[in-house]
């Protein structure tokens, strides 16, 4: 796995990206070759047909990655990948389309858009079915062997189950007590008092050690002659924020918090993202004005109540502040209720707010909680006051989030679905320490750049 913007990214995924780059501008220059009636290094070289090509490789990019085919490498289904690809392609004649519209010396002539984007199409189609059926097994294969028998061991082994795209393996299981049952994603190999012969057999290319009791359990001395004899030795706790992205409350000490060299919000990053957040919030705010005045008629015409929905919400240092949204919900939503959670197919939202709401148009006026300096772009979501009492008395390191401002989207929001239950909330309060952690302006990126295409394609909304 490979670390960028604070995200560990597996490594299959960035060998797919970067052969399938090569891929598409390979199909399009020899289209050019096949196409062209003159020197194509003329056309390719002097006349911007280079740049031309790299940019409809750039729409073949966002189009693959709006079908989420960088987030799933492995296959399933020929039929559907060769769907996905027909999308594929139509997003790219579409940028194309608005790039003519708009005059610009940028489009590639029909001809070889036309043969590029077949090649291309053939092309990508047999190379995804060789990569998911045999490079995915080669490329970026990490053994783990996985020693103890800490519920979070099983945790990690679930996850690289169900995620093969991540690009790592399971060697198998060593265990420090009986425990009933075949592991997931492995199997159980012998005692802890067999780990030389095991990782001698096994040859791994990490030891993952989560003993179910610390004390006159860990191996201490077969670790240390592992380690020095080129075995990398981590901590399961450290291994599930790697894989997973986020935290586990489970077997979270808060020496690992206090001590931690790169816990995100000091000030010099706490200042970058504030000003960031100004200049993005207030060309928001200018950008979306037709639309939020569109949205406010048709709120205004379609249900009695108010436009604006105001709601207190726990900012920063546990402060409440005013959140702001476009009212998706009847006036009368909570009478006979009291304060209580969205649900799915929620029965109190009105027609026009479950469009609004689809769309993430909802939460267009929070842009001006950004510009009072009460929330931030990303970051935890804000809670209610009623809430986060409760909260914060039955789940642990939960008052931790509240050291950061909110924010309208964050690590939690494009990792989780919405969720409705204590459990729910522990598993997004894992994403929001994470961000905590790791919290940088390229994370911040990162999140942006995911949550527009949750927004586009209407994800999550509940």
Known sequence: MIRLFRVFIPGATITLLITEILLITSAFVLTTYLVLEFDPVVYLLYEGGLVKILLVVLCFLIGLHFQDLYSRVQIKSRIQLMQQLCLVVGTAFLLQGLISYLKLDLRLPIRIMILGSALAFVTVFF???????????????????????????????????????????????????????????????????????????????????????????????????????????????????????????????????????????????????????????AVGIVAALPLMAIAALIIRVSSPGPVLYRQQRVGLKNIPFTLYKFRSMRVDAEAGTGPVWASKDDPRVTRIGRIIRKLRIDELPQLYNVLKGEMSLVGPRPERPEFVRQLSADIPFYPQRHFVRPGITGWAQINYKYGDTIEDTVAKLEYDLYYIKHMSLSLDAYIIFQTVKAMLLSRGAQ
């Open 127 to 281: 190379w995804r079915s060789l990569f998911s059926a045999y490079a995915l097994q080669v490329v970026g294969r990490d053994r783990l062997l996985l020693v103890g028998s800490s519920p979070l061991l099983e945790d990690i082994g679930a996850h690289i189950s169900e995620h093969p795209e991540t690009g790592l393996v399971v060697a198998g299981y060593v265990r420090d007590s009986d425990a009933g049952g075949e592991p997931p994603g492995g199997k159980s190999l012998g005692p802890v008092a067999a780990l030389r012969e095991i990782v001698a057999a096994m040859q791994p290319h990490r030891i993952v050690v989560g003993m179910s009791e610390r004390r006159n359990r860990v191996p201490l001395n077969e670790l240390l002659e592992l380690r020095f004899s080129g075995y990398f030795v981590e901590e399961a706790s450290s291994a599930f924020e790697r894989i997973c992205g986020r935290i586990c409350l489970k077997e979270l000490r808060p020496s690992q918090l206090i001590y931690s060299g790169e816990l995100g919000p000091h000030p010099q990053n706490v200042f970058y993202q504030r000003v960031l957040n100004v200049l993005l919030a």
